[in-house]
């Protein structure tokens, strides 16, 4: 057991004692308690010290975080952890099916004090979030080969509302192209691993959800069978870099030729929307080679998820269309009394600017080499993991580590080990997830462990010791 003081103002945590509070000027405010942490969580983030910042010239520094003002007149502080995690909560970061954030940069939590009141929808009165967003779906473009030109995008709460905004684009521009719907349902072509807010998407807005089964065993999609499912009545078609249940990816280049053969044959344009959730803060970084984003012109329009492999440690989502075109004017909105009156995209208004902010500071500060170098360590761990679940008679990998950092398994044999292995785990505390494979349940029950960014060594060595154990009992 290691000593680690936390404040009780400010919930600030240091190995040593006293240090100054986040929410007082004065020191003297602080009132530092002891706590005894259990050997197992992460107190560092070691693994994040070989991450080099890059500063970048075309970039101005982050606004000064250490010195956030003085917010102690604001009543009592809240309590430093509200109890938070109890005996019944796992961790966050033993959280293994999680893609979200679950460390960031120590840089990246202190930028949270400095627009922690700011609404990122008041745009007439924080001009600087409207240029922070722009200078990310810039630096976004170029990581998914937008071909240039002006980059048409917005920010999102998430990929979800980025899927739902997508998602309508397609549905209006081919309104629009078969001279509008009513006399044919709409539908949407997904492949297998296609996450449920593409069905959410469906579901709400009347068109039908028509699901191509996937090739086993990462459960991508199958290029012939996409084309083969799309007819006048079809929107758009969705590819997936980074499936949630296995985190393989969709071969796009390969969905993208197969309809561009069906063009060629029948004159039916479908064009593509690549969900990359979790693998457009990956590809671009770890797979340089792979052709999956705007490089392709049947590629309309990208997302992805700043809280997933993006590193922020709130929401945010990012959507970016290939031109203007793609984005009709009749689904840009404004309201005279909220924003700058420039009308904008979106499902919601209030959000926080904060993770704009961070993904800001971390696309321009830690940059391509910080990025790649995270990635490369998260992969090395999830091979390590894959080459320990691949030794059990009862377990059949779905991906041992490729494409996203990503270990999915299943049981080979329905005999329940997948079950057994998650129970033994979470007795560590770790949470294991066990589903039924969505994509085709007759090939059982799947777990996976997903290596997020800032993994720490001494937590990787850990869960390499747990898995050994709880692999021998199940
Ligand atoms: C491929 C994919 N799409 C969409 C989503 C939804 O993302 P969000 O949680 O940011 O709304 C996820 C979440 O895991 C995902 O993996």
Redesign the pocket.
């Known amino acids: 057991m290691r000593p680690i003081f936390v404040c009780a103002s400010c919930a600030r945590r240091r190995a040593s004692a006293p240090f100054r509070c986040r929410l007082s000027a004065k020191p003297a405010a602080c009132r530092n308690e002891r706590h005894e942490v259990p050997s197992h969580p992460p107190t560092t983030l070691s693994s994040w010290e070989h991450v080099r910042r890059e500063p970048s010239p075309a970039m101005k520094p982050p606004p000064k975080a250490t010195e956030p003002p003085d917010r102690s007149a604001r009543g009592n502080p809240p309590p430093a952890t509200a109890g938070f995690p109890t005996a019944r909560d796992v961790p966050p970061e033993r959280n293994l099916g999680s893609?979200?954030t679950t460390w960031a940069l120590p840089e990246v939590h202190a930028l949270s004090m400095v627009f922690a009141d700011v609404n990122a929808v008041n745009r007439a009165e924080y001009p600087t979030v409207a240029t922070l967003e722009r200078e990310c779906l810039v630096r976004l473009g170029r990581l998914w080969s937008h071909p240039g030109g002006t980059v048409v995008g917005c920010s999102?709460?998430?990929?979800?509302?980025?899927?739902m905004l997508a998602a309508l684009t397609l549905l209006r521009r081919w309104e629009t192209r078969t001279g509008k719907a009513g006399r044919m349902r709409p539908n949407l072509v997904l492949g297998a691993?296609?996450?449920?807010?593409?069905y959410r998407f469906c579901r709400y807005w009347g068109v039908d959800c028509r699901t191509v089964p996937g090739t086993f065993p990462g459960f991508t999609a199958d290029p012939g069978a996409i084309s083969a499912h799309c007819d006048r009545a079809t929107i758009g078609a969705v590819a997936?870099?980074?499936?949630?249940e296995t985190g393989r990816y969709d071969p796009v280049a390969g969905v993208v030729e197969a309809l561009d053969a069906l063009e060629g044959r029948t004159g039916l344009a479908v064009p593509v929307h690549v969900?990359?959730?979790?693998?457009g803060f990956v590809a671009p970084f770890v797979q340089p080679e792979l052709s999956w984003g705007f490089e392709l012109p049947r590629v309309r329009s990208v997302?992805a998820?700043g809280?997933?492999f993006g590193m922020t440690s709130l929401?945010?989502?990012w959507l970016l269309w290939r031109g203007a075109g793609d984005c009709p004017d009749e689904l840009l909105h404004s309201a005279a009394y909220i924003g700058d009156g420039v009308p904008a995209i979106g499902l919601s208004f209030s959000r926080s600017a904060t993770p704009i902010l961070q993904q800001h500071y971390l696309l321009s500060h830690v940059g391509h080499h910080g990025y790649s170098s995270a990635l490369a360590e998260c992969r090395q761990a999830a091979e390590a993991v894959a080459a320990l679940l691949a030794r059990h008679p009862g377990l059949s990998l779905l991906n041992p580590g490729l494409d996203l950092p990503v270990v999915s398994f299943r049981d080979r044999r329905a005999s329940g080990v997948v079950q057994r292995l998650s129970a033994a785990m979470r007795l560590r505390r770790w949470a294991v997830p066990v589903y039924p494979l969505l994509a085709d349940p007759e090939h059982g029950t799947a777990g996976r462990v997903v290596i997020r960014p800032g993994f720490p060594a001494p937590l990787l060595r850990e869960l390499l010791t747990d898995l050994a154990t709880a692999l021998e009992a199940a």
Do not use: F, I, M, Q
Not at 240 to 244: A, Q, R, V, Y
Not at 275 to 279: E, H, R
């Open positions: 893609y979200t999102t709460t998430g990929s979800t509302e980025a899927a691993g296609a996450h449920a807010c593409w997936t870099l980074g499936n949630s969900d990359a959730a979790s693998g997302n998820s809280h997933k929401g945010v989502g």
